[in-house]
């Protein structure tokens, strides 16, 4: 989700304890969905898996974001992403909210595919790309995470082996969020095909 854009002569920039103050984007809102629940974006919603290869070539890294108290679902583990603004394609908005939460350059994105999560009402579209800069850092960059940060994908692929959406890495136990746990054996199955 949008934030406005700090000061840069002026830090800290963002405290991740609080809301930050909003600037109104044409896709906030809740969507009352026909499956019963409510979900966040007008236009539906998308987000970034930004994955990474090591020394050999192989998918190694991901990029991952611990979501702020704050928010909905806080303390929870997903990737960027959010609420899609009008006339954003999905791939626009999954990078936009990378760029935005995760100080991710918009040029070292090369996209692989997507999945999507489609409702009666409403839809999430995960796409999946790579990070063509293997240096590339990431941070969190606005007020919506406590931590964005590259984790292992065998991490990843331990959860689905296991079938369990909370895994421990490094003496931390890591909650993902559960649309995004339903997505990673597809979205985990995208990356093998496109090796
Ligand atoms: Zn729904």
């Known amino acids: 989700m949008t934030q406005p854009v700090p000061d840069p002569s002026s830090a800290p920039s963002f405290d991740s304890s609080v809301p930050p103050p909003h600037v109104p984007q044409s896709g906030d809102g809740w969507v ?3 499956c019963g629940n409510r979900h966040w974006g007008l236009f539906g919603a998308a987000g970034l898996f930004l994955v990474r290869r090591d020394g050999d070539g192989r998918w190694a890294e991901v990029v991952m974001q611990h979501r702020a108290l704050w928010s909905h679902q806080g303390g929870m583990w997903g990737i960027p992403g959010g609420a899609l603004n009008a006339h954003e394609s999905a791939r626009e908005g ?11 350059l918009p ?3 090369r996209v692989l595919g997507s999945h999507a999560l489609t409702h009666a009402d409403w839809s ?8 063509t800069d293997p240096l590339a850092a990431v941070s969190a960059t606005d007020a ?7 984790l292992p994908l065998d991490l990843l692929r331990m959860a689905v082996e296991q079938a369990s959406a909370s895994v421990s890495w490094g003496g931390v136990q ?10 990673l054996p597809a979205l985990l199955r995208i990356l093998d095909d496109s090796l």
């Open 107 to 109: 040029d070292a994105v």
């Open 144 to 150: 919506e995470s406590l931590e964005v940060r590259w």
């Open 124 to 131: 999430y579209v995960t796409v999946v790309a790579e990070c």
């Open 94 to 104: 999954a990078v936009r909210e990378a760029v935005e939460e995760a100080g991710v």
């Open 32 to 34: 009352q969905c026909a």
């Open 174 to 183: 890591v909650e993902l969020l559960a649309p995004f746990f339903g997505a």
